[in-house]
């Protein structure tokens, strides 16, 4: 079994969530964002759990709100390809 060192603490202070907290920018829907691995994009859905981010160049993807790091960006979104439309089928 490998022992941890632990940093010490007050006996009479219990050890809460809070001790770990880090301040988290939030974004909404919407906002422009730049993640490392995926580049900008812009974030279709936020709520407590998951954050929705449209990128660019890689398609929408899915991340946990905690752990997801993200910077605003101003770049803008480029336009989406207009989507073909479908072929009516001929009637006899």
Do not use: C, W
């Not at 940093?7 to 909404?28: C, G, I, K, Q, W």
């Not at 929408?60 to 336009?79: K, N």
């Not at 989406?80 to 009516?88: G, M």
């Amino acid at each position: 079994m490998i022992s941890v060192p632990r940093a010490p603490r007050s006996p009479n202070r219990a050890l809460t969530f809070t001790d770990y907290e880090v301040h988290v920018p939030t974004f909404s829907a919407g906002d422009r964002v730049s993640q490392a691995q995926y580049g900008d994009g812009t974030v279709t859905a936020v709520n407590e759990h998951h954050t929705v981010i449209d990128f660019d160049a890689h398609g929408t993807r899915t991340f946990s709100t905690r752990l997801v790091q993200l910077e605003g960006t101003s770049t803008p979104a480029p336009p989406k390809p207009a989507k073909p439309r479908r072929k009516s089928a001929k009637q006899s």
